[in-house]
C-alpha cells in the first residue's frame, strides 16, 4: 500500500509518494528521462529509493509501462530538480496523469521559498493598504521615504523628498527638498509638517537641492538627517552628503558646515553620491551609508559608511562595504532602502540594506554577515525582492522601486511602505510630456523580515 504524506509545497499540495500525478519537465541530465534511458528502476519505490539516494534529486516521476505513449516492456524513472529561473528557486505544481506515480523527496522543503541563513524574507498584507494609510500630498509628490520611531513621543517620522509639481525636472528628484510627516500609530493619520531641510543659497554645494534623506535619534534624542545635495539643480556630477541635527523630529534642523562626503572627495572624479541610509545602534552609535556610483576616485562606486558617536559632530574615516568586488557576482548600485532587523539571523539581528541593481534592476537585499555586525556584508541568496506592487504607470503601481521598512517602538520591522502612482497627471516640463504624481502607501506585514 501506498503512503501519502502531504504537505503544502510550491503552489500545491505535495507529498512523498503520489498517484496519478507527474512532475512535468526539471528532469536532471542522465536521471533516467533526459535522455530517457531503459530504467532499472521497474517499481515507483525503487523509483522513490534513486531520488533519495541521488543528492541532486528533488523530486521524481515514475510511468509504468504499459502508461507510456509507446507501449514498452521497459517504465520510466524520471529524477528531477526544482532548478532555478533569473536565480528564484522553481519548484513546479505537480500535475494530474492517470495511472503515473510522483514524488517529493522532502515535502517540507519542496517550496519556491528560500532556504537557509543567506535567504531574505517577508510577506506583505496587500489588504491593508487604503486611503488611510496612505501619505496625503499637496501639488507635489513624495519619492524617498526613510522612518524612525522618537521615543520620547512614541511617534512615526517620516523623512521624504519633496518634489514639486511646478520644478522643471519633475518627476525626477534634482531640485527637490526634504519634508516631514508624522503618524501617531505608524499606520494611519499621516500629517505632512512642511519642509525641514531645504536647499542652499545659489551657488552653495547644496543650493540645486536636497534629497535622499537617512534619518536616526540619538541616544539623547538628537535627530540626526543624512541628505544627498548638488549644487546645480540640473543634477550631473561631484553630488555630496551632508547631515543636518535637531533637538526634535520636526526641528529646527542645522546642517553641519563639513560634508560626510566631500563632493570633490569621495564623490569627486566623475562620480557622485546619492542615496543615504541612517541607522541608530547601542554605544550611542549612529550609522550612515550612502551610494557612490558613476566613477567614483579609487576603490571606486559602491556603498560607503561611517559611524558617529558624538551625534554627527565627528565620523569614522569612509570605509566602502558593498560593492561588485567586495561581493563578488552582484551589482550594488544605490542604497534604496534600509534598517536593522530584529528577525534577521535566526532573531540574533543584522543589519539590512536594500539596493537597485539586481537583474533587470531589480530590488536585492544585502545584510551582516554575522549578528549586528554592520560592516561586512553578504548578498541574500535571492537576487530579487519579489514582494511589491506591479510595476508601470498607472494609478496603484510601484513607482521609482521606493520601498521603505517601518519599526515599532522596540525596533521590530512590522510595516512596510511603497511609493504608488496616484494617478494624478502631471506636466513634466523637462521631458515635454505628461507624467504622474506619486506617494507612498504603508501595508502591515504578516510576517517580518526573517
Same mark, same amino acid.
Given at each position: ?30 536521471? +533516467? ?201 540640473? +543634477? ?14 520636526? !526641528? ?6 563639513? %560634508? ?82 530584529? +528577525? ?15 537583474? +533587470? ?10 549578528? !549586528? ?8 541568496? %535571492?537576487?530579487?525582492?519579489? %514582494? ?40 513634466? %516640463? ?21
Amino acid at each position: 500500500m501506498l503512503g501519502i504524506v502531504l504537505v503544502t509545497g510550491a503552489t500545491a499540495i505535495v507529498g512523498r509518494m503520489m498517484n496519478n500525478t507527474n512532475f512535468p519537465s526539471h528532469n536532471l541530465p542522465g536521471g +533516467g528521462c533526459d535522455p530517457v534511458v531503459t530504467s532499472k528502476f521497474r517499481t515507483p519505490e525503487a523509483c522513490q529509493l534513486a531520488c533519495d539516494g541521488d543528492s541532486a534529486c528533488d523530486m521524481w516521476t515514475f510511468v509504468p509501462a504499459n502508461q507510456r505513449s509507446e507501449p514498452s516492456p521497459s517504465p520510466w524513472c524520471c529524477l528531477k530538480a526544482c532548478g532555478s529561473v533569473s536565480g528564484v528557486r522553481d519548484c513546479p505544481d505537480p500535475e494530474a496523469e492517470e495511472g503515473v506515480f510522483s514524488g517529493a523527496k522532502s515535502p517540507a522543503n519542496y517550496s519556491n521559498d528560500c532556504q537557509g541563513p543567506t535567504c531574505f524574507d517577508f510577506t506583505v498584507d496587500w489588504d491593508s493598504g487604503s486611503i488611510e494609510t496612505t501619505f496625503p500630498t499637496f501639488n507635489f509628490s513624495v519619492r524617498k521615504i526613510e522612518f524612525i520611531v522618537y521615543p520620547p513621543d512614541g511617534k512615526t517620522y517620516a523623512y521624504v523628498d519633496i518634489v514639486n509639481f511646478t520644478d522643471f525636472y519633475y518627476p525626477d528628484s534634482y531640485s527637490s527638498e526634504i519634508g516631514v510627516y508624522s503618524s501617531s500609530n505608524g499606520r494611519t493619520g499621516w500629517a505632512f509638517h512642511g519642509i525641514v531641510i531645504p536647499r542652499g543659497p545659489v551657488g552653495a554645494w547644496d543650493g540645486g537641492g536636497v534629497a535622499s534623506p537617512g534619518a536616526a535619534v540619538a541616544e539623547d534624542g538628537t535627530v540626526i538627517v543624512g541628505y544627498a545635495a548638488e549644487k546645480d539643480p540640473a +543634477g550631473g556630477i561631484n553630488r555630496g552628503i551632508g547631515v543636518a541635527t535637531a533637538p526634535h523630529p520636526l !526641528g529646527p534642523f542645522t546642517k553641519s558646515p563639513v %560634508q560626510v562626503a566631500s563632493p570633490t572627495g569621495v564623490c569627486g572624479g566623475s562620480g557622485r553620491c546619492d542615496d543615504v541610509i541612517m541607522q541608530s545602534r547601542p554605544g550611542g552609535e549612529v550609522h550612515i551609508y550612502h551610494s557612490v556610483k558613476g566613477g567614483a576616485p579609487p576603490p571606486g562606486d559602491g556603498i560607503r559608511h561611517r559611524v558617529t558617536t558624538d551625534k554627527g559632530k565627528t565620523w569614522s574615516e569612509s570605509e566602502l562595504v558593498l560593492s561588485s568586488t567586495l561581493q563578488p557576482g552582484t551589482n550594488p548600485a544605490e542604497t534604496i532602502a534600509g534598517k536593522f532587523m530584529p +528577525g534577521m539571523l535566526g532573531g540574533q539581528g543584522a543589519m539590512v540594506l536594500i539596493l537597485d541593481g539586481g537583474p +533587470g534592476d531589480a530590488l536585492h537585499a544585502y545584510f551582516s554577515k554575522t549578528p !549586528g555586525d554592520m560592516v561586512n556584508f553578504g548578498a541574500a541568496q %535571492q537576487p530579487i525582492i519579489s %514582494q511589491h506592487p506591479p510595476e508601470g504607470m498607472a494609478k496603484g503601481l510601484w513607482a521609482n522601486k521606493q520601498i521603505g521598512f517601518i519599526p515599532d517602538a522596540s525596533g521590530a520591522i512590522d510595516a512596510v511602505a511603497y511609493t504608488l502612482y496616484t494617478g494624478m497627471s502631471v506636466y513634466s %516640463q523637462h521631458h515635454k510630456t505628461m507624467d504622474m504624481g506619486y506617494t507612498p502607501t504603508v501595508y502591515n506585514l504578516t510576517t517580518t523580515p526573517h
